[in-house]
């Protein structure tokens, strides 16, 4: 295996020999699956290859040599920050460098203007204690607290914690990019001093480029430093509390709070996320999937199956919960004030406040997205849907009942409508959809959901947010530039002529439809005979084959 | 059938897997190296309890070499590999199963979650090390063959009861067993004058254990768990005929052998061994408890309790299971996961703040996640740069916390601590929490 052997020698030169490996058991330790996000699935199982090789550099010029480095010999490469995001982080073509940022971990908060600045390596609970401990938190995205900050703001960055700034890319500021050639841009007012505090500029803005919507899954270079707006808290830090696995962070009542509240109807929780927008209170409004809370219950799949398999589409489909959290940002008054106007709200719309624990498990600091598998062992998030919020909300039955078709393999949730939330004090509407399944079946209709869950958004008309790179760009280019395939295509070819950075995205999802028989099926979307490879790409994967 | 069979029993009919918790087959532990999805939550602290960006990791292997290879994640996916012989046993694969203290991080911090069985894997790694030929380390044979040659790790030929003075006095007859273990009767040989001084002090009579020998822990930690059985056999058996109702030991890896690992080598549950096993601190927070331990003389120092592994997250008492595995990974007849909630975290802080004087400082990262020093289960043999990096790195969290000491309930954290701060002139004092109480406890004898 390994890569070019020469790159490898010019790279242990920048790193040391301590730094990069192409020991077999190493590589193999950085498998993409069998378990994990995507895993099991045919893209999965289709898309990654075991890497040559793999390097750890330590800064931004160590990045931009080797860079340079694979651009000279060809060798194609993929940013890992902390690997979590299944396949997508993981090379798709033999002899492929990964280059794991782990050890670029840089950190630094600006209290006063109220923004961080963190390289790759740093990641979400580490960024959120030292922001609590300045009066400060950031929106951890629901993908974990162990995600690196960078990867998660490239690529998504929502949670609850998005309904006060629900856009991502309003939350990145200044960015240092390894480009694919190994030039080094420096976005935002970053370019022009060392203060990263505008995102705009002073100097080129090309977050749009680097992220769109959803990003582009490392495939247009290589994010080495990003400043990070942080949202003023109030001054308790939240404390830990418990022994594992019951752990739990402690809010103060009269500063922070959730609370949940039992609705008579699904519109009334449509009303309440709208009417708690207008109003412009709390942190957080969110209708989650009702069998997380069987998650939360259960220490165990078999414990989660006990309670869940007592639910009825019936018991599903009339539990009604809205969960807002309130923060005293300001004082306590102000969350009294808060809190009052929630129950009017509340109380207009029929609802009724239920107890709620004094803590935080799962969104504050510690985004515990790993409970996503207790339940089957496979998991997915099949997509976010950015709307407004009318239109997300409309979301639900629409996969619902895509989904039913496809049950089993996926799992039998008694048609739960998924999840969703208000971002941008009710301007925006966010919904996701999260399917599981037992990956030892067979998951052929897993992978035909997924790209038939895109082809009913199309048709649907909704802006889902994951679009190319994540899904057949040639399926979800026509449909929402029209041009937008050829733009993402037109600027691959510009700054990664070679295709060397994450080959072959963002064309990979169209690879597999090409390459996974069972996909075939489903496949009514039009594509060019050959794909824009440039030639060197397309004999490489002559040779793999 | 379950209630999903009867809704719909046409569609899922997953069929049901046989395992069993057996470290000696790796087979047992494919589902849970195949369900290992890189959240790292075996790598980093608890998030909630992420302290921020300082001493933010609790696995020492994957803090001491970065490649996820090393941490348990990375071993889960090798694994695979070798379980269906598809890798090559090479000296590197050798150092990335062996450059690990099985400190039980990772199990717990898998197990917050998920309900996998990292830890269980990682022994059935060392135990397909052993079976394939490729392991342990020749030090580690070296060892083992000290020990069945000795009766001890060290290989040392000296009198195993050298360290007993005349203010030791063991009864002949007593409730409770006192297991000295190798590195208290030979290298931390303060550790075993003050348990027994404690125990003196409190009035709680106490036995020796006649022609006592090495637990076993090194042997079986590397894999050698026949040898290891053979230990087991032989050391419960004279517990059992000694007619002690405790066995009790003042080191955290004894504890973990005779709690937890013989009776998975026995296959029985800890609760059938005849005896109960109690690690010193149980006792004597149990006998101040009862008003029977008076400390009195005033310590007066900055302290901070280092966690060791095997008497926290490690401990919780054995079950043998054998079952089967079906829908959606679910298992019959129903499994208790191991969480580690058994840990003896309270009972060395209740110890520690009833001495006078005694200023306890909290390290950010303590209880579960607290960060192994590496000093135990053969790994300090094999690979001493990642014990004194591990040692290093809590040294300097302790004093980060402005401890003067920093103390622990293991004779093989009390040595790694020591030796590396010896070694890098640092200035932290090391201690045994029976040292400590030793020297707080009343003197005389009741
Ligand atoms: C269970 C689960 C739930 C999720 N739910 C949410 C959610 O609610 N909200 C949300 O926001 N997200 C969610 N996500 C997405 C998740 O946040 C991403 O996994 C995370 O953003 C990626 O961080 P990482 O450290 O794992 O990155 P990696 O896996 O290392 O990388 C992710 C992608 O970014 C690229 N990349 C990595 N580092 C860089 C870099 N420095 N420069 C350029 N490209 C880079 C990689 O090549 C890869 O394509 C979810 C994911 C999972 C698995
Ligand atoms: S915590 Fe468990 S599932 Fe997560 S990476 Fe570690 S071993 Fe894998
Ligand atoms: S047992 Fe400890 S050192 Fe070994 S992988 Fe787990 S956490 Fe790391």
Sequence with gaps: MSINKHAYQAIEAVVGRNYITDDPADCEGYRSGPGGYESGTGYERVMTKIAGAVVMPRTTEDVQKIVKICGRFGVPFVPYSTGFYGPRSHPHMEHELIIDMKRMRDFEIDEKHFFI????GVIYSQIQQECFEKGAYVVIGGGGAQTSAVAN??????????????????????????????????????????????????????????RGYTGLLGCLGICTRMAIKTLPFQPEIPKPSG???????????????????????????????????????????????????????????????????KETEESVSNFFLVRVLLIGYTSEEQMDYDYHVLCDIIEELGGKERRTKPSDESWFKNADSAGMWLMTGSYVSVDYVMDTFTQA??????????????????????????????????????????IYWDQREDTNGMDQFYVESAKMNIENGCYPALLGAHQPLYLTGPAYGPGYHEWILGLKEVFDPQWICHPPLPLAHDEFVERAEWMHEVKNWETPEEFPYPEKLKENMRLEK | MSVIDKKHPERYDTPK??????????????????????????????????????????CPSNLWKEFDSYGAFGKMRIGLKLEKNEIEWTDHLLELIYADPLCGACDVGCKRNLDLEVGLTLEALRVKAVQDGAGPLPVHKDITSDILETGNCY???KDRRAWMDASVKPAEKADIMYFVGCSSSYENTGIASAVTKVMQSAGIPYMLMEDETCCGNIIFSVGLVDEARKIAEKNVEKVRKSGAKVLMTGCAECYRMWKVDYPKLLNIRTEDLGFEVK?????????????????VNPVNQRITYHDACNVSRNCDPWEPYEGERGWMGTVEPRLARRRGRHGLYEQARTLLRAIPGIDLAEMPRMKENSLCCAGGRGTKQAFPELAEFAARDRLEEARYVGAETVVSACPWCRSNFSETAEKDGEKTGVLDIAELLAMAAETGEK
């Design chain 1, 117 to 120: 600045t963190v390289q790759p």
């Design chain 1, 153 to 210: 703001l490239l690529n998504d960055g929502w949670s609850p914690l998005s309904f006060r700034v629900g856009l991502p890319q309003r939350r990145i500021l200044g960015m240092e990019v390894v480009m694919p050639d190994g030039e080094i841009v420096k976005m935002g007012s970053l370019a022009d001093g060392d203060d990263p505090f505008w995102g705009e500029g002073i100097g080129p803005d090309l977050r749009g480029i680097m």
């Design chain 1, 243 to 309: 022994i594992s696995p019951e752990t739990a962070l402690q809010l103060d009542p009269k500063r922070v709070r959730w609370i949940n509240f039992t609705m008579p109807s699904l519109e009334s929780i449509e009303q309440a996320h709208i009417m708690i927008g207008n109003a412009e209170i709390g942190g957080a409004v969110t209708k989650v999937p009702v069998f997380w809370r069987a998650i939360a219950k259960a220490e165990c799949k078999e414990d989660f199956w006990d309670l869940w398999l």
């Design chain 1, 393 to 434: 909300f409309k979301q639900g039955p629409n996969y619902r009942d895509l989904k039913a078709k496809y049950t089993p393999p996926l799992m039998p949730d008694c048609k739960d409508l998924g999840w969703f939330q208000s971002c941008e004090m009710g301007h925006l509407g966010y919904y996701e959809y999260l």
């Design chain 2, 17 to 58: 897997e046989p395992f069993a918790l057996d470290i000696e087959n790796l087979s047992n532990f494919v589902y849970d190296m195949q369900h290992c999805i890189k959240c790292k939550g075996c790598y980093w602290v608890d998030h909630t309890y992420m302290p921020g960006m300082k001493h933010s990791v609790r």
């Design chain 2, 155 to 157: 290989g040392a030929k």
């Design chain 2, 279 to 295: 690690h010193f601190i149980e006792v004597a927070e149990e006998a101040l408890t009862e008003g029977k331990l008076k400390l």
